[in-house]
DNA sequence: CATGAATGAGCGTTCATTCAT
DNA sequence: CATGAATGAACGCTCATTCAT
């Protein structure tokens, strides 16, 4: 690999930064099929082949869209997991991580509903299939977890992989409603901590425990 | 409004039949933009001409295929919920149903997730308000069965309508999970109970409660 | 040619009729290019299918549509002529007559200025051969009776085809003016005279002659 | 707004004006609907998607081609009228300026007489507005003309807008004629000498009038 | 490297016409 | 005869991609 200049080592990166940013908008607002490499290239600023020249083709600009995203997507989760010192901790790091990034980066989250959360199985797979790995990878981790935590008797001894699912689909659902009900939502906070506790607890009140006299979401923290 | 000869009529109904049924593997297959109606031309063994005189556009179709399809699983979930005694029952029924409908069609559901799940939001919407307004009404009598449970101190005194995409989010993600896999998974059966336990009561061991007599009670945290 | 029963055949004629006024008005509304035969079969409450049979194919039944009108126009213009005893008389009835008719079927005129006095010249000419001698050959009367007219120094020696072809063109202009602007014109008696005196005396005041002492149309005649 | 480079911007000229010139030829021989982007693409010798670049639409090139026309023949007549020294001066070069631009472009004149003429007056008009705004406007000139040889007593006391209409008419029938009959007619200066004539004076022989002491009063046409 | 004019395969759609009933 | 569902060639147009400058 032959050196550049600093200064043009340094905006070069810039630049791909740039179409990245432009191309993300753009595939989040409509979507990969209806998107065109002309509207990303004026919205960038450079011209069509520019693009070209940096990314090869719509479908790889496309993939390194989505995969520079994962990529800090798990990251951060990963990241957050790793400060929990316990196994619900980890568990309740990855709820509040993910769900943090994703309404962080709003953009981004069409895309991840779209291409991570419902790929397209068959021929024609727009993602690589490096992309879609590092994500299952990371769920990896979080069944490690759980597999742990049933283990140790904490978790219902269920299929991890089925447990690992519901705390993947209940983020989503949770984070795609946000998205939908553009309006100030109740804090992103409070949606947390209610998907947390729904994973944990469950919805049904436990009739004679005394865990919830009153509200319902302070006491029963294992404390 | 004139009417067919009865015999026409019948077969009428059945090229109709025929074609959303062909467009319906295509489009799940494939997704609406790799589709194309000489596809879905040639497999259903129509002329184009014939396709467009019947549906009028690409996206007509693709509205009346995934239309009839919710109305099928709008009718059959709110059906199965009708004979439910108690709320808790109902929303049991509802996850069953749901996933059942679901996992009987799984040609649909890759539809479903793309388009009903995943909105576009935006301008472009490809399908059409009704079959959106459709699926959320069914969600409404959902929520409103949640928020009466709420009322009787059944369910955690959250907003209802988290609960409703919490449960509906959750059936999501596992027969998705179940298209996923195409591998014969557990039973559907053992899916549906895994989910309709961890949405009602939580993936957490009670500790002290006596339910799980045998394995996993330990309390040994890692504190 | 076998008879049909009276009723049917009256039935039949009065079907014809109907579907060429429909098509008539249609084309000449849109023009051929824009008018489908479904827009006419629908509006003549017909099926597409007896439309065809009737007039075989689209040119056909546009054809007919022009054809029929312009056998009336040369009929009516023809008979006009007839009645006038001089040469200046018989093209005052032919100007008169021709506005007349064109005045009275503002439908016909666009078709009659599209396809007969702009003729496709080439290839793929709409309209049959026919009709566009049929109009030819009412002016070939004109141009004897003008002709004639040149033989007697009552008009001017040029080329009385030349001469035709301006009474044609003029009076053409004129009643086109007319459909332009809806709004009500001059009478077209009016018009009529307007053109019939240009043609005959031109548009420039005649300085010392005593000709025209008021008005400027009557007094040669030639007797 | 960036700059080409000259040779670049040379050359592009270069292709609109030859796409232009060839579209012309194709339209001309075949109306707008009979003529298909693809015909123009190849005798233009570029790709489809060239013609589109450059022009957006078919409709749209079909306007620019009429409109660049019309521009040059609105621009010819108005320069030719403004040398003429009196009011019948200017009928006289505008009567000659028409004719004879329209004989130099022949091809031209099927699209004038089909559009400009011709206009579809309903919706769906091809031609842009501003086309025959052009248009009118040169007759709007030529109005002032006349309107103010009336004032002056040279012309007859009638409305101006019927003796432009006729002027416009006359000559659009001669030319016209001169198309019809592809042979070598006779000069184009004889018809507009013959038109100037007919229009300013009529076809009528003024039996007294001592106006044409020379030519052509002689009842000697062809024997 | 950057540029953007040029390319052309391929799409959605239309509509004149046919023919079994 | 009347019908209208079925046909399919052909159109206008798009857009990912290339390549000479």
Redesign the pocket.
């Known amino acids: 690999m032959f050196k ?1 200049s600093p200064r ?1 080592e340094r905006e ?1 990166q810039q ?1 791909i930064k740039h179409i990245l940013d432009v191309a993300e908008s753009i595939f989040a607002e409509q979507g990969f ?6 509207q990303i290239a004026v919205k960038a600023e ?5 693009i ?3 990314f090869g ?3 790889q600009l496309y993939g390194k869209v989505v995969g520079t995203k994962v990529d800090e997507l798990v990251a951060f989760v990963t990241r957050e997991m790793a400060d929990a010192p316990s196994v619900q901790g980890q568990v309740e790091k990855f709820i509040q991580a993910k769900m943090a990034f994703l309404d962080r980066n709003l953009h981004f989250l069409r895309l991840y509903l779209a291409e991570v959360d419902v790929p397209r199985l068959d021929i024609n797979n727009i993602l690589p299939k490096k992309v879609r790995e590092k994500y299952d990878s990371m769920l990896c981790v979080l069944t490690d977890v759980v597999w742990r935590g049933i283990q140790k008797g904490l978790f219902k001894p269920m299929d991890a992989r089925v447990i690992v699912k519901t705390v993947d689909g209940l983020t989503n659902a949770l984070v795609l409603s946000r998205l939908k009900s553009a309006e100030a939502h109740l804090s992103l906070e409070a949606d947390m901590r209610d998907v947390t506790e729904l994973f944990l607890h469950g919805a049904v009140v436990h009739q004679k425990a005394t865990q919830n006299p009153d509200t319902r979401k302070e006491p029963n923290n294992e404390s």
């Open positions: 550049r043009r070069h630049h099929f209806q998107t065109t490499m002309r450079f011209a069509l082949g520019t070209y020249s940096h083709s719509k479908k």
